[in-house]
T-cell receptor
Framework: SQQGEEDPQALSIQEGENATMNCSYKTSINNLQWYRQNSGRGLVHLILIRSNEREKHSGRLRVTLDTSKKSSSLLITASRAADTASYFCATGGTGANNLFFGTGTRLTVIP | DAGVIQSPRHEVTEMGQEVTLRCKPISGHNSLFWYRQTMMRGLELLIYFNNNVPIDDSGMPEDRFSAKMPNASFSTLKIQPSEPRDSAVYFC?????????????FGPGTRLTVL
């Protein structure tokens, strides 16, 4: 399967702490994207990192990619209650023409 | 832009009935995706259109499911006859060019309950 897998499945932290989520995948990729889903809503794109990039930042988000280990991590710094959501990684395979979404990490930020 | 629009937002129907879900992609986007999300199986791609043409329908569960895109601004996903196991949230997404490198923009979803 080309689907990514996030780890952990659920994460609960205090407001102000950092949250780290990991994604592992199995096939070669062209890029990897992270999406957020608030309860009862559609997914929202957060950040895209290409296979030739190792790290990318966007505001409080930091994404790393290690293609040798077929893994990526999403770090949210100084978390806020509004960051409570599910986070999904999606991989664009080199041989595929669409994205494959992982199983998601449910993040709860406690005020 | 209004974003991807889906209707209805909620649908409750009885087993055996026909269900039609609707989607309006973002204007100018060339690709449209239908997904199904359940607790058990997560987010599954059902079908993917590019320039109104179905490119990959390998995720469509069975013949009871069909999808059409008669023009660039409208798509439907039909289930006939519906079954309780079809209960899920169905998302439509669009992207500018499609393909593996493009960002997808999701609609709010249709929560389908089949009794």
């Amino acid at each position: 399967s080309q689907q990514g897998e996030e780890d952990p499945q659920a994460l609960s932290i205090q407001e102000g702490e950092n949250a780290t989520m990991n994604c592992s995948y199995k096939t070669s990729i062209n890029n990897l994207q992270w999406y957020r889903q608030n309860s009862g809503r559609g997914l929202v794109h957060l950040i895209l990192i290409r296979s030739n990039e190792r790290e990318k930042h966007s505001g409080r988000l930091r994404v790393t990619l290690d293609t040798s280990k077929k893994s990526s991590s999403l770090l949210i710094t100084a978390s806020r209650a509004a960051d409570t959501a599910s986070y999904f990684c999606a991989t664009g395979g080199t041989g595929a023409n669409n994205l494959f979404f992982g199983t998601g990490t449910r993040l709860t930020v406690i005020p | 832009d209004a974003g991807v629009i889906q209707s209805p937002r909620h649908e409750v129907t009885e087993m055996g009935q026909e269900v039609t879900l609707r989607c309006k992609p973002i204007s100018g986007h060339n690709s449209l995706f239908w997904y199904r999300q359940t607790m058990m199986r997560g987010l599954e791609l059902l079908i993917y259109f590019n320039n109104n043409v179905p490119i990959d329908d390998s995720g469509m569960p069975e013949d009871r499911f069909s999808a059409k895109m008669p023009n660039a601004s409208f798509s439907t996903l039909k289930i006939q006859p519906s079954e309780p196991r079809d209960s899920a949230v169905y998302f439509c997404a669009s992207s500018l060019y499609g393909g593996r490198t493009d960002t997808q923009y999701f609609g709010p979803g249709t929560r389908l309950t089949v009794l």
